[in-house]
């Protein structure tokens, strides 16, 4: 067990990208890691990768129910749980008049309501057990930068950075802390697979607004992830922290 990580943290979204990477990160921190994620093939994977330390928990976190049911899940096969980071998210693209209310319910549910009902479920745990707590959300350039085809996940993301602040506020007399990490373009397999493929003229459109000029790695987000949950950002809530290789500053040329 690490000196100051929590020795247990919930990870929604680890079996693949971001959250898994942040998962492998925390394991190698020997920290004990409760898996969230609909994807169970995905989980069994990183279950086999990561070994015993990753506890696996299917389900969908669009279904209202699921948060609870997981939590309860990992608490009772975990031990008293002090960290969570909600990484579980959907990006899709789809012009506005093509949106539809199902996709749009998708993205909302998903990327705010589930992360609300998550610190919900176990919020109420970490105050009942009076353990206190840290809590990250991976949150998105996208907050603040509007592009078309997003009205979905943008309104997701800035909602999810003011509901940050509002859990941070909250929570802090429960010793609670809440942050947020933002991340621009990361090379996940996924945002990868889709570069290399049909999006190859959108990805390089997009590096080319990076200041730094090129997409991150997930890996480059991973300390900054395990610095908020741990100790040493015991002053730290509230907080939103764009890795974004300086996206989100303006326009880098012309
Ligand atoms: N990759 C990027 O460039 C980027 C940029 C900014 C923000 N983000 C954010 O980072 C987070 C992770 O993104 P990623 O690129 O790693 O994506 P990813 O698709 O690789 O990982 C997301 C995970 O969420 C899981 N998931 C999807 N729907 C779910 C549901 N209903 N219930 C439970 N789990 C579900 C998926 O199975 C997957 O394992 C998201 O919140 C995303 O918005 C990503």
Same mark, same amino acid.
């Given at each position: 067990?690490?000196?100051?990580?929590?020795?247990?943290?919930?990870?929604?979204?680890?079996?693949?990208?971001?959250?898994?990477?942040?998962?492998?990160?925390?394991? &190698?921190?020997?920290?004990?890691?409760?898996? +969230?994620?609909?994807? $169970?093939?995905? %989980? /069994? #994977?990183?279950?086999? @990768?990561?070994?015993?330390?990753?506890?696996?928990?299917?389900?969908?976190?669009?279904?209202?129910?699921?948060?609870?049911?997981?939590?309860?899940?990992?608490?009772?096969?975990?031990?008293?749980?002090?960290?969570?980071?909600?990484?579980?998210?959907?990006?899709?693209?789809?012009?506005?008049?093509?949106?539809?209310?199902?996709?749009?319910?998708?993205?909302?549910?998903?990327?705010?309501?589930?992360?609300?009902?998550?610190?919900?479920?176990?919020?109420?745990?970490?105050?009942?057990? &009076?353990?206190?707590?840290?809590?990250?959300? +991976?949150?998105?350039? $996208?907050?603040? %930068? /509007? #592009?078309?085809?997003? @009205?979905?996940?943008?309104?997701?993301?800035?909602?999810?950075?003011?509901?940050?602040?509002?859990?941070?506020?909250?929570?802090?007399?429960?010793?609670?802390?809440?942050?947020?990490?933002?991340?621009?373009?990361?090379?996940?397999?996924?945002?990868?697979?889709?570069?290399?493929?049909?999006?190859?003229?959108?990805?390089?459109?997009?590096?080319?607004?990076?200041?730094?000029?090129?997409?991150?790695?997930?890996?480059?987000?991973?300390?900054?992830?395990?610095?908020?949950?741990?100790?040493?950002?015991?002053?730290?809530?509230?907080? +939103?922290?764009?890795?974004?290789?300086? %996206?989100?500053?303006?326009?880098?040329?012309?």
């Amino acid at each position: 067990m690490s000196s100051d990580l929590p020795d247990t943290v919930i990870v929604t979204g680890a079996a693949s990208g971001i959250g898994l990477a942040i998962a492998r990160h925390l394991v &190698g921190s020997s920290v004990t890691v409760a898996g +969230i994620d609909v994807d $169970a093939d995905g %989980l /069994a #994977r990183a279950c086999d @990768a990561l070994g015993p330390p990753f506890h696996p928990f299917a389900g969908d976190l669009c279904d209202p129910a699921a948060a609870e049911r997981l939590v309860a899940a990992a608490w009772d096969a975990c031990g008293p749980i002090s960290g969570l980071v909600n990484a579980a998210g959907i990006y899709p693209v789809t012009p506005l008049f093509d949106m539809a209310v199902a996709e749009w319910d998708a993205v909302l549910n998903l990327n705010l309501r589930a992360p609300f009902l998550m610190v919900q479920a176990l919020g109420r745990r970490m105050a009942d057990a &009076g353990i206190g707590g840290s809590i990250v959300n +991976i949150g998105s350039s $996208a907050s603040t %930068l /509007a #592009r078309p085809g997003i @009205a979905h996940y943008g309104a997701s993301k800035a909602g999810f950075s003011q509901l940050t602040r509002n859990l941070a506020i909250e929570l802090a007399p429960l010793s609670i802390r809440v942050n947020a990490v933002a991340p621009g373009l990361i090379g996940t397999e996924r945002v990868m697979a889709h570069a290399e493929g049909a999006g190859q003229a959108e990805h390089a459109a997009k590096v080319a607004r990076i200041p730094l000029g090129r997409a991150g790695r997930p890996e480059e987000l991973v300390d900054l992830v395990a610095y908020l949950l741990s100790q040493r950002a015991s002053y730290v809530t509230g907080s +939103i922290l764009f890795v974004d290789g300086g %996206l989100t500053l303006g326009i880098p040329n012309y």
